[in-house]
């Protein structure tokens, strides 16, 4: 790591320590995080941001010790922590007495002679656009070393695959929002990408988190729905049943999910329900039919995104009806059902249990299709319920945990996509021409490609980071949260820059960066809303509460 990059980490992380401990006292570790959303929010972001300039400027290292030593990369993990700590400056300088932290803090740290001087170096506008003419000239490639021989393999074998399988039916399927085909899941099958972090015990290959994050980027980079979405699905369920499941469930259900056997579909959203969960309505009363035992679904839906080609459901359901109980009345079943290609579909069960979807239009993330979904009295049998009898009213605690793995997995399908729009744009600026000369020759291009490869390599780094936290440890819940957190923005702001980037043509359906834009726009939105994501999770992993 350059002295400078080091000098300005280390204020960076005293001064974000100090606004962290001075907000647990502010809201009683947490438990007051409600009565100070805004003051929380704020610090859950800055300390976020500092957990991802930490993590490239780790990476940044970890590649010149590794013999690898990039000067681009280390000029980004310095540009990058330049950038977050001048931000976390001018933040607690505008709000001095929320955050906290104390003069003799940040006369020593971020207000310091030395660090200014390093800030001011580091970012300084030159070396980003020195940056963004080296983007520029490698046409935005992803070259970023990774450590393992294995996860550099299924890189450079996931890459194959996606550009030259998915990417040419990317647009198709978006332009005419049409389900991801089967030869892409026969393909993902084929290629054992369903059952990545899968144990091996239970059929998986059992790589671990951080080659499936690989594989998603690049799957997301030639589309985010149709293909690189596919994984996630299943992630949440696995780790909720490797939680939570009986032997015997794990047995019956996980070889078939790894094999790609068995699609999955996500049901915890509810039309009048959404970030607050524990107040899911959707009923699965005890029940029997013809002799077997198991529970009645009765109720709404929301969202399930692949509830047509599904073949089950992990579905969150009121098995006690006292709403009092909130999340404690909550259990989580596996939905067996047909599955359906199109926008609509109707299931009757010769015991007359129904189950109607119907697909809700959207502007991008078009491929897998998210339907509402109205269960009638659906029958399921009692062995479903994951954790079988024990499980009762766990459902809300495996369904967190199944998406600490989901958000871990959008880390990577974010970093994907704006992988997508840095590679068309920095193509885009070197050959569209204005004013006698590429677009990419100005100053302002370079500047901007090389602030979106900088944020881009943070959210890489970031999520790989989360990846290898949570190998060691699958319960974890605060990095796989910041890294969805961070990346989902990046892709956000990463796109809308390459968008700008392409003036008028980035407006238009048939320049990808159109469709990336719209894609890209509703990663905060699932898996937690980015304003929950930041108060109920990370501020409360933060602080407490
Ligand atoms: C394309 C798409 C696919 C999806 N796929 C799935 C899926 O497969 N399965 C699934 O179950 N769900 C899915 N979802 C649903 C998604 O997870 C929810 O939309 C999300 O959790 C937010 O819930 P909501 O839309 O009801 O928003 P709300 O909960 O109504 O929140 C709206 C806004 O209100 C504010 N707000 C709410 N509560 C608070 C609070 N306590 N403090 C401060 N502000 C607050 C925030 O600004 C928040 O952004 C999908 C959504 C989309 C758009």
């Not at 677009?439 to 999520?463: E, N, P, S, V």
């Not at 469709?515 to 905060?524: I, N, T």
């Amino acid at each position: 790591m350059s002295t400078e990059t080091t000098t300005i980490l280390k204020a960076a992380r005293a001064v974000i320590d100090e606004a962290i401990a001075a907000a647990k006292k502010t809201t009683q570790d947490g438990k007051g995080i409600d009565d100070h959303q805004v003051h929380a929010e704020r610090v859950a972001y800055a300390a976020t941001e500092v957990a991802a300039a930490e993590a490239l400027a780790a990476y940044a290292t970890d590649r010149r010790t590794a013999g690898q030593g990039d000067d681009t990369t280390d000029r980004m993990a310095a540009a990058f922590a330049g950038e977050i700590a001048a931000k976390l400056r001018a933040t607690i300088d505008a709000n001095d007495d929320d955050f906290g932290v104390s003069s003799a803090v940040l006369d020593k740290t971020l207000r310091a002679a030395d660090v200014r001087a390093a800030i001011c170096s580091a970012q300084h506008e030159s070396r980003l656009r020195e940056i963004g003419r080296d983007v520029i000239r490698t046409r935005g490639a992803n070259n970023a070393y990774i450590d393992g021989d294995i996860a550099e393999m299924v890189r450079d074998s996931a890459r194959q695959f996606a550009r030259k399988d998915v990417a040419p039916i990317a647009e198709r399927i978006h332009r005419h929002d049409e389900m991801v085909p089967e030869t892409i899941l026969q393909a993902m099958r084929d290629l054992g990408y369903f059952g990545m972090s899968i144990p091996e015990a239970y059929g998986g290959q059992g790589m671990g988190n951080l080659p499936m994050i690989v594989i998603t980027e690049e799957l997301s980079c030639a589309s985010l729905a149709a293909a690189g979405s596919l994984i996630t699905r299943p992630e949440i369920l696995t780790k909720a049943l490797v939680k939570g499941g009986t032997e015997a469930q794990k047995q019956h259900w996980l070889p078939p999910v790894a094999a790609g056997d068995l699609m999955v579909g996500i049901s915890v959203t509810e039309p009048d329900t959404g970030s607050d969960v524990a107040s899911v309505r959707c009923r699965a009363e005890r029940g029997e039919q013809s002799g077997q035992a198991g529970f009645f679904i009765s109720g709404a839906k929301a969202w399930c995104t692949f509830a047509g080609r599904a073949n089950v459901l992990a579905l969150l359901a009121r098995t006690n009806p006292d709403m009092k109980l909130g999340a404690k009345g909550l259990s989580l079943f596996i939905v067996p059902k047909e599955a359906f290609d199109g926008h609509e579909f109707a299931i009757k069960q010769p015991g007359g249990g129904t189950l109607d979807g119907t697909a809700d239009r959207t502007p991008g993330y078009r491929g897998m299709h998210s339907f509402t979904l109205a269960f009638d009295r659906y029958f399921v049998p009692a062995e479903n319920l994951v954790g079988e009898a024990g499980g009762e009213g766990k459902g809300f605690y495996l369904q967190m945990a199944g998406f600490a793995a989901g958000r871990l997995q959008t880390g990577g399908r974010a970093s994907g996509l704006a992988q997508a729009a840095l590679e068309v744009t920095a193509t885009y600026a070197a050959e569209r021409k204005q004013f006698g000369k590429a677009i990419g020759d100005f100053q302002l291009t370079q500047y901007k490609l090389g602030r979106m490869a900088t944020h881009l390599a943070a959210a890489r780094q970031i999520t790989y980071a989360a990846a290898r936290a949570m190998d060691e440890n699958e319960s974890i819940v605060l990095e796989p949260s910041m890294a969805k957190l961070f990346a989902c923005d990046v892709a956000v702001w990463v796109t809308q820059e390459g968008q700008l980037v392409h003036g008028g043509w980035g407006y238009a359906e048939e320049f990808a960066i159109s469709r990336y834009v719209v894609d890209a726009q509703v990663l905060p939105i699932f898996e937690g809303v980015k304003p929950i994501l930041e108060l109920k999770v990370i501020a409360r992993g933060l602080l407490g509460g």
